[in-house]
């Protein structure tokens, strides 16, 4: 039996000198012989295809040591720019951003996902026209299209794959849609995955576990493990909605839509709320009516808020269990009834889970609010189009 | 904000050029050079210091392309020696291994886990003197001690933390109990993830998530993420013996060694089979009887037997749904009546998680039995004392 060899042992090439300038506002020559350990010749030889290439620019001089300035060069984050599409059940966010993931410009409107993926891709597709076109900006020069759904997707293929609530879309082929009309890679995630990496990168960047818990109208959770993106094998992983909870107090498991019972979403999502108040005479329709009813004290609304807290709490104790991370951020629409929520949430946690894993957990609000998948998905789509291994065609394509 | 710079760039120090050979049968200097891109100079400059150090040693010469034959290198194995202990709740294994990691010698011998750390690392601490001395090595050979417990450790100080069953183990600074005995590194870590490194590693090399369930006395579990053993923040990962599950059959809450009602292993460990057969009127004392009886067929501790597949079946579907592994395998004593409990782990998990998390999940049994926690702890303590970062100090020392 054989230990694995190091992956530190491959020779820096184009994209992990690259990767250096992403990671830094500006570097010399002397610095990336220095950070690479490759000689002045190899330093030269990459940088200057990189310059070729424009994704490394001259940025002015840096401090002298004796002799004449060194230059310094750094990443071109307008060489092009990058397209998002962070799409929910009911609303959609699009941004124009620049090559290190930043949005330049974003836009928000309404959908219904359901309408399947023809008419929310072109949806998409006409918020891109008019963000590049607002930005003097041609598709020609879009690196990379990044679009999220709220459904389970094969990471690879791009597929959404058996969404429960995203009819039409099931091995919908999301990159082929817009193949036709971009010349570039189209990256698709799920919402709860770019969300988590929004938070972490944005206010959490030395933490390496954090579980990003979205409650909205459905549950489900987005992890960082070993500081990145964790998908499992399938790209199934986080899928706390549907893990099975006792409820005391219900006399009956209430079907959920994944076609199962007891699922924690079918007693605690957004769709479920909607359907108890409703049950209780109280006159709401959408999660953001039963959001907006909890937030006025409303009795009856109150206590299943902090039922919903405690049952979501039970799969987050149930995960702090399994995978122990540092960090616990609620998003969604149900984190905005922040207090009886995290009150329920906090109670299961601190009771169920061991010592060892809440000694330094932390579990908070989502600071990015309802831009947190946008901004995530931004920095995984530039990952992913700089990925060193793909830097190679990048500079041959020119 | 910036995004992370690649660890790639390293350059290829001691540490790297050693885990080439760690991984490989044998090497020449072009071999490394091809590998590392790191110049010929570059190149025997680490090899001399390798060699220096005996950690890397000749090993005859390799194919001839038109001149004289290249010299071949390779890891040198028996350099020195490591000494593991896996200490369980009722017995131990010890083992005496090469700097690969491979067992080459070993010893069972039952304890009680519950005497404290004294006794039975005194006990542990007398098998390896038996292993060296049998095969002619001194103390002044270990390069490592590796220990394995059936419980919570922090990792990083190598401490016991909080253990349910392991009474006077708190906070027990191992370490510093083989400090004055052995002058080597000691690693300290929970028993499921040695058992899932030892799984993984020897029939799954390719698969890069992997839980590991022991289901015995207690139940717990180790997990393979990216390819690696995952501890989660603190150490805590994995502990799926205490999520809370519902069981529709049983009347009250069963209280847990862990103080709280209702978790996995109060139901289904082997402790609390034990009980339950009691209460059945059964003549068993421990888990080993249990499972005895389980074999003979008795149609109680069938029903049982079943009964704790479905409720260890209700957190490895949590645990899927959550981490969506490739490959979930069993082991622990209970695995040993396998037709019986497998068959209510499957049902559960194929009902509960998601189509796309077990469309290609195997769920099957342990294949090293209880020589998985002994055979992945060599391997873990090989990678732990050969880390890039550590040769340095490993070639100075000399």
């Known amino acids: 039996m054989s230990t694995s060899a190091s992956p530190l042992t491959a020779a820096a090439g184009l994209g992990e000198v690259l990767q250096l300038f992403r990671g830094r506002p500006s570097l010399t020559r002397a610095d990336v012989m220095q950070l690479t350990g490759l000689s002045r010749s190899t330093v ?4 200057d295809a990189l310059l070729g290439a424009a994704l490394v620019v001259p940025s002015g001089e840096g401090s002298s040591t004796g002799g004449r300035p ?8 307008d060489r092009g720019v990058l397209l998002v599409a962070d799409i929910g059940a009911t609303g959609m966010r699009t941004a124009l951003c620049d090559l290190r993931g930043e949005v330049l410009a974003e836009r928000e409107r309404t959908i219904d996902v359901a309408d399947g993926p023809g008419p929310v891709l072109s949806a998409a597709d006409s918020q891109f026209r008019e963000l590049l076109s607002e930005a003097g900006r041609d598709a020609g020069e879009v690196f990379g299209i990044g679009i999220d759904v709220p459904g389970p997707v094969d990471f690879d293929s791009g597929q959404v794959v058996s969404p429960p609530i995203m009819s039409g879309w099931d091995r919908y082929d999301i990159p082929g849609w817009f193949a036709g009309r971009y010349a570039c890679p189209v990256l ?19 933490v390496r576990q954090m579980l990003m818990v979205k409650a909205g109208t459905g549950v489900g959770a987005g992890m960082i493990l070993g500081g990145e993106v964790y998908r499992g094998a399938d790209g199934a992983a986080g899928d ?11 006399e009956v498991e209430p079907v959920c839509r994944c076609g199962n019972t007891g699922c924690v979403e079918a007693y605690a999502g957004g769709w479920a709320l909607v359907r108890d108040l409703r049950a209780a005479g109280k006159e709401v329709t959408t999660v953001d009516d039963a959001v907006a009813l909890i937030r006025t004290g409303d009795v009856t609304a109150v206590r299943l808020a902090r039922r919903a807290g405690r049952i979501i709490g039970h799969a987050i104790a149930d995960s702090v269990s399994l995978v122990n991370p540092r ?7 149900l984190a905005r009834i922040e207090e009886q929520l995290f009150a329920g949430i906090r109670e299961m946690v601190y009771r169920r889970s061991l010592p060892l894993a809440t000694r330094s957990l932390q579990i908070v609000a989502t600071r990015l609010d309802n831009r947190s998948g946008l901004v995530g998905l931004a ?15 990048l500079v041959a394509r020119g």
């Open 44 to 47: 030269n030889q990459r940088l």
């Open 70 to 77: 060194a230059s310094r060069f750094t990443f071109h984050r």
């Open 188 to 206: 698709v995630d799920k919402d709860v995955n770019a969300m988590a990496l929004g938070e972490q990168r944005t206010f959490y960047p030395d």
């Open 240 to 250: 706390i909605g549907h893990i099975q909870v006792t409820v005391e107090d219900a």
């Open 327 to 333: 960090v616990v951020v609620i998003g969604g629409q």
């Open 379 to 393: 920095l995984l789509l530039a990952d992913g189009i700089f990925a060193p291994e793909r830097v190679e065609a």
